[in-house]
């Protein structure tokens, strides 16, 4: 309307020029018009050509405002575009679906028509492509690690047979508050007593000891082999913790240099297991199951050489027979070399002197009649943990020689003693809690300190047993994979084992002297037979460097020991205790 306001406005102001042109044109030129309406007509030529100017400017700002509004219209008509394709696709995709759904619709419809039988069929072959699937993944992992163990290989193989090298090199601090002249192999049973000084040992309660030593150092070689579905194994292993002139076959065969473990074992797929030679003793804690391996066992992972008090083991000839009975239990039993520790040897033949060898001037062996029986019954669940329980038999032996009025005889006696251990996962590969214990008579041997096993009475050489027990507990921890920290604690107690001869009490426990020179340093005191000993130990390692070269292990451990012997006529019952403590550090061979 605007636009047609304007076109009118601009027609009329053309015709009204031209009027005015035409009267001009006819009029005489001859006659002249007068000066007021010659001003006049100026005037309106002026303003016409004001009006025309401002025409011009108002249309050229309408053609300005009408291309805007043509460049508008065509950003909407692209927008307009841009839509209708998206709709287009929309649409598209619309159908598409619909023809899926249509097509599934219809196979399902197929699918239906489909006998039972042949949705079985279709089933199975699904199954087929998983498992076929599965067992490609099982290939692959299986030749990465294949190609893993080429490079760094665990074993050599040598004619069909996988030798596995492996041990570690130590270098061991100790430090003890009272002397027991010992390396890093503590005798417990023989700790100081209080000022005690009658002795040579004795005087050490007044004197520490330092030393350094690379004698935990140790060497071990696996052997492993397949002979159809029969598995072989073989294990070798060394060290230094010996001296010739005390070795014996007391706890541990000690001979230098110590064979810690020589065997052989033979493992049927009927779940059958032969094992011979000299491993830990059935007696030994397992971790998991009845064998051998040192991963099966739980030995204290402690820098001292001797273990623990209160823990029970043994490392001499045996011949074991296993059995796993199912899934979970399996069962033991093993004939040990037997060997017997008297307290009052006196004259008699056929027993042992304790701690003392071939070069100690004493008997090494004692003539045994019949091997110890062990038997132990294992129990194992991957939530629940290691469960076991075991059983001890032993033969004792001496003899006592004729004279010209009296014929000789040959005196027997029997030890047992029955036990348990357990392992249980407080938090699987975090926290374990570590239990174990033995009770019998007769049965020192196979606790950690080493005591008497029986008496050999002076009055008639009878072979009187000695009672005792012992006890082990605590938690083996790993806060992370390099770290381990373990709390242990444990106790022995022996038992009073006593007779009367001549009148008096006799035997084990039975101090027959006065002891009051006990509290003066080269005081002289008798007996001292000990009634417990008690050990606490906080043990920690980290390992500096862990890879395919093995491990850089050091380790730290404090220990604390308590010695308590039984009273004597007086009343005096002789205590004694030793701070110890062990730095190391160790390559761990891979």
């Known amino acids: 309307m605007r636009h047609i306001r304007i076109l009118a406005a601009v027609a009329a102001i053309i015709i009204i020029s031209l009027g005015a042109a035409a009267q001009s044109t006819n009029q005489p030129e001859t006659r ?8 006049a007509k100026v005037a309106g030529k002026n303003e016409i050509a004001e009006q025309l100017r401002a ?10 405002a009408q291309a805007q509004l043509q460049q508008q219209l065509q950003q909407t008509q692209l927008q307009l575009q841009q839509t209708q394709q ?8 619309f159908k598409q679906t619909q023809q899926t759904a249509q097509q599934a619709e219809k196979k399902t419809v197929e699918l239906e028509s489909v006998g039972q039988a042949d949705a079985q069929k279709v089933q199975s072959d699904l199954n087929d492509v998983h498992a076929k699937v599965n067992a490609a993944v099982e290939t692959a992992k299986q030749a990465e690690s294949k190609a893993s163990a080429l490079e760094h290989p665990t074993s050599i193989a040598y004619k069909g047979i996988r030798l596995s090298p492996g041990g570690f090199l130590e270098l061991t601090e100790y430090y003890r508050a009272h002397a027991t002249l010992n390396d890093v192999a503590t005798v417990f049973q023989s700790t100081p007593l209080e000022a005690q000084g009658s002795s040579a040992s004795g005087y050490n309660a007044h004197l520490s000891e ?15 082999a397949d002979a159809g579905s029969t598995k072989l194994a073989g294990y070798f292993e060394i060290d230094f913790d010996s001296a010739s002139p005390t070795s014996n076959n007391n706890q541990s065969t000690s001979y230098t240099p110590r064979i810690r473990q020589a065997w052989a074992r033979t493992t049927f797929a009927n779940g059958w297991t032969i094992t011979g030679g000299q491993p830990w003793s059935l007696i030994t804690l397992n971790r998991k199951g009845t064998t051998t391996d040192n991963a099966t066992l739980w030995i204290p992972n402690s820098i001292e050489a001797q273990y623990s008090v209160g823990y029970n083991w043994g490392r001499f000839g045996e011949l074991r027979v296993a059995k796993t009975l ?11 070399n037997p060997q017997s520790l008297p307290f009052g040897q006196g004259t008699q033949e056929g027993v042992s002197t304790p701690g003392s060898g071939l070069d100690g001037g004493g008997a090494s062996y004692s003539t045994n009649l019949a091997p110890d029986l062990l038997v132990k019954l294992a129990y194992d669940n991957a939530r629940l943990g290691h469960y076991e329980i075991k059983a001890l038999g032993r033969v004792f032996r001496d003899r006592v020689a004729s004279t010209s009025t009296v014929p000789g005889y040959t005196n027997i006696g029997f030890g047992d003693g029955i036990g348990g251990g357990a392992v249980i996962p407080l938090l699987p590969k975090k926290i374990d809690f570590i239990a174990q214990g033995l009770y019998g008579k007769g049965i020192s041997r196979y606790q950690d300190s080493g005591q008497y096993d029986f008496v050999v009475r002076s009055t ?5 047993d000695i009672k005792a027990f012992s006890v082990l507990s605590g938690f083996e921890t790993h806060p992370s994979p390099k770290a381990e920290f373990d709390l242990l604690f444990g106790d022995e107690y022996y038992y009073r084992s006593t007779y009367i001869a001549s009148g008096a009490i006799a035997g084990y426990g039975a101090q027959t002297t006065n002891n009051s020179g006990f ?7 008798t007996g001292g037979n000990n009634r417990n000993l008690l050990n606490g130990k906080a043990i920690a390692y980290y390992d500096l460097y862990k890879g395919s070269l093995g491990a850089l292990r050091y380790g730290l ?13 007086n009343g005096l019952a002789p205590r004694g205790n030793n701070k110890i403590g062990f730095a190391t550090i160790r390559w761990i061979l891979p």
């Open 326 to 336: 199912n899934h979970n239990v399996s069962l033991a039993v093993a004939l040990d």
């Open 519 to 525: 509290y003066t340093e080269g005081g002289a005191i």
């Open 55 to 64: 025409l011009k400017e108002a249309i050229e700002q309408q053609k300005a």
């Open 210 to 224: 330092y030393g350094i030593s690379a004698r935990s150092s140790r060497l071990s070689l696996r052997a492993d």
């Open 557 to 569: 451990e404090a220990d604390y020991v308590e010695r308590a012997t039984w009273s004597g006529l």
């Open 460 to 464: 008639d050489s009878h072979l009187q």
């Open 86 to 93: 998206q709709l287009q696709q929309t649409q598209d995709q």
């Open 32 to 39: 002249k018009s007068p000066p007021k309406r010659h001003a």
